[in-house]
């Protein structure tokens, strides 16, 4: 048994949800819980079609819930009409919600600047007003290249407004990055800025789009619109590129929402898969908006006082579901943070809940020991020293909350009152899938606990058989739900071998982590990927993107493998194994050549993916047909002994070279 399996089994700490919670939650107790979920077993149609009602809404009613004529691309509300941003802004107007905050935006020098919702709007219809003056339209795809700003979430919403479909990549990717995820959306327009803060620098952005762009196959982006973040001048190319103020110029704060059909595509997303070549992972409207608008209010709880603060980027799943839609669809007032977690000291969050009077708190569990660690060397930034009384709700997410850093964050931060819960989800799923509730499901430190009602959660086999409780496996879901994965951007074959695998019956949607339950009360526990994704500080990276990033070094590279080991801080390390296509390099020329593959993997994909560890072999353990031996090199990342079978190793003196640290 792993000690990840282990553990959950012996963890014997479970805290009731706190009474003020249960009182006046929207699920309040497990009975109530359950009935949701007994509802979801016996009509499950009827349950999602009651929710999407309720909590949507329709330009036009949908008359049909769920088609699965051609599973697994399901379609749900399929002749519903709607719009994501009329959802999020034009349905507050003339309720008391339309004066209210919607965004309290902190920037990186501890500037605050606040919009209301009626403010919000008028500033997203102007801009998806300068979006059609373009020739931006329905179907269009958009690439959004944004730093954390009330301006990303405009340009979100705006697209979504005319129906265009967006695709934000993170800031922290490179050119390439960037021109790989252009040229497979076919993008028309890039919206940017000239640069980003973080942590008191001023970091190029615009550069890098010119950079991506100069690459070439990028012939389809007809405009690139400039957000001036600060009054530094970029480059800017005539006839292409223009500034925000230009192209608002003139432009009417009203603009008709565009109503779409509830599976018109309203974004794509980039992740990392088992392959060297990250997936589109496209989204639908009407099931997408359903889900991240309820999640708000089941696992969130948002009652119209709540300031709600997730400190997720944009750029990533958790930056579109719960900052740029869900707490907007719910009328919450939310916090949005420019900057870093540790800039100007690692007491930043602490300060930011104290001063905004934050209520519900989302962030990673990478955040999280990062500031642990931080609080143990300087007291000045230990949470004690701020008020966080206003906090009522903790949340965590993007990897497995190790317990020691879920009890920290219970005491120190949440002063042993708020519940924690624990989401587990992915790019893929839209919305949180299982987590507990926060007046309902007593939590137990690094449990995720139980699915939310009406999704069909199970641990199985490799045939996609049930596992019983207590014996490990992998994740599935049984049954689709509105805000899934509709398909991978061009790669329909890709999407069904991806997440319905023939040899599971196709019709399980496979999640790619190991999970399992415990015995007791049927807890699911995340016990990681069992694919060749990482989970590096919550960030998924492809261990093949890596090594593609590397072996595409050809005057040094011959060869590489890149495999995750276990890390205290990020949860995960990178560690590479390359052989060059010299001799093996030792002491401060191996030191050297592996500072610079590290910048040239920075330069490929960006700074989060570069190896904490490289290590240079005369070659790799492979076995007899030349397939490299991966849990080999894990072992070895990991500084354990070999104790797996060598016997079908090609070359077993590899495994004594390559354990030797450069
Ligand atoms: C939302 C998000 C998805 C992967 C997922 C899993 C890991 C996310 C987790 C968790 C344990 C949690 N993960 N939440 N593992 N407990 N609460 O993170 O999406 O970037 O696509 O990553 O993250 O491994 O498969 P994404």
């Given at each position: 048994m792993s000690n990840a399996i282990e553990s959950v089994l012996v963890e014997n700490r479970v805290f009731p949800p706190p009474e003020a919670a249960v009182k006046s939650a929207r699920i309040s107790g497990m009975a109530a819980y359950q009935a949701m979920c007994n509802e979801a077993e016996k009509d499950f149609e009827g349950f999602w079609a009651r929710l999407a009602r309720d909590n949507v809404v329709w330009t036009k009613p949908f008359?049909?819930?769920?088609?699965?004529?051609n599973a697994p691309f399901y379609k749900w509300f399929e002749d519903g009409e709607l719009n994501a941003s009329a959802n999020c802004l034009d349905k507050h107007i003339g309720t008391p919600v339309e004066n209210k905050t919607a965004i309290v935006f902190e920037a990186d020098d501890g500037a605050v600047t606040q919009v209301t919702y009626k403010e919000l709007l008028a500033r997203v219809s102007q801009f998806a007003n300068a979006l059609k003056a373009q020739g931006i339209k329905k179907g269009d795809r958009v690439i959004v290249y944004m730093p954390m700003t009330i301006e990303g979430v405009v340009a979100m919403q705006a697209c979504a407004r005319i129906g265009a479909t967006h695709s934000v990549v993170f800031g922290g990717f490179s050119a390439k990055s960037l021109q790989e995820r252009i040229i497979d959306a076919g993008a028309v327009a890039v919206i940017t800025a000239n640069f980003q803060m973080r942590g008191g620098k001023e970091l190029g952005l615009k550069s890098i789009v010119d950079e991506a762009l100069a690459m070439g196959g990028c012939d389809t982006i007809k405009n690139v619109l400039v957000y001036m973040r600060t009054p530094t001048t970029c480059n800017m190319v005539a006839g292409r590129d223009k500034t925000f103020t230009e192209v608002l110029q003139g432009q009417s704060t009203e603009c008709k929402p565009e109503p779409v059909n509830a599976e018109h595509p309203l974004f794509i997303l980039y992740t990392s898969g088992s392959t060297g070549k990250p997936k589109g992972v496209q989204h639908s409207t009407g099931g997408y908006l359903l889900w991240a608008n309820l999640t708000m209010q089941w696992t969130f709880d948002i009652k119209p006082q709540d300031v709600f603060w997730c400190t997720a980027d944009i750029g990533w799943i958790t930056g579109h579901t719960y900052v740029a839609y869900g707490p907007l669809a719910a009328g919450a007032t939310e916090v949005i943070f420019e900057g870093v977690p540790t800039y100007p000291h690692a007491g930043r969050f602490w300060q930011m809940i104290e001063k905004h009077k934050v209520t519900v708190f989302y962030t990673a569990p990478t955040a999280i020991r990062s500031l642990i660690k931080a609080a143990e060397t300087d007291e000045k930034v230990h949470p004690k020293n701020w008020n966080l009384t206003s906090l009522r709700i903790l949340g965590t997410v993007g990897e497995p909350i190790n317990p020691e850093a879920w009890m920290w964050y219970h005491r120190n931060v949440g002063g042993e009152k708020c519940p924690i819960v624990d989401t587990f989800w992915q790019t893929e799923t839209g919305g949180h899938m299982i987590t507990p509730l926060p007046g309902a499901t007593p939590t137990v430190p690094g449990s995720c606990t139980l699915p939310l009602p009406g999704i069909m959660a199970a641990i199985v086999d490799e045939q996609g058989h049930d596992m019983p409780n207590g014996s490990g496996g992998m994740l599935v879901v049984k049954r689709p739900w509105p805000s899934m994965i509709r398909t991978i951007w061009g790669d329909p074959e890709r999407f069904k071998k991806s997440y319905f695998p023939e040899e599971m019956g196709g019709k399980l949607y496979l999640a790619g982590d190991g999970a399992v339950r415990d015995a007791q009360r049927g807890y699911f526990r995340i016990t990681g990927r069992i694919d060749d994704v990482l989970n590096v500080s919550g960030h998924r990276l492809g261990t093949m993107e890596i090594e593609s990033a590397l072996v595409s070094k050809t005057d040094l590279v011959a060869e590489a493998a890149v495999v995750g080991r276990p890390d205290d801080l990020t949860g995960e390390a990178v560690c590479a194994f390359v052989v060059l296509k010299r001799p093996r390099p030792t002491g401060d020329e191996a030191k050297k050549i592996a500072d610079e593959l590290r910048a040239w993997v920075g330069k490929e994909i960006g700074p989060i993916a570069k190896p904490k560890d490289i290590r240079f072999g005369d070659n790799l353990p492979k076995t007899r047909s030349g397939k490299i031996m991966r849990r080999l090199l894990r072992s070895i990342a990991k500084g354990?002994?070999?104790?797996?079978?060598?016997?079908?190793?090609?070359?077993?003196?590899i495994l004594e070279q390559l354990a030797q640290k450069s």
């Open positions: 008359t049909k819930t769920l088609n699965e004529s354990d002994a070999i104790t797996q079978d060598t016997s079908t190793l090609e070359n077993p003196a």
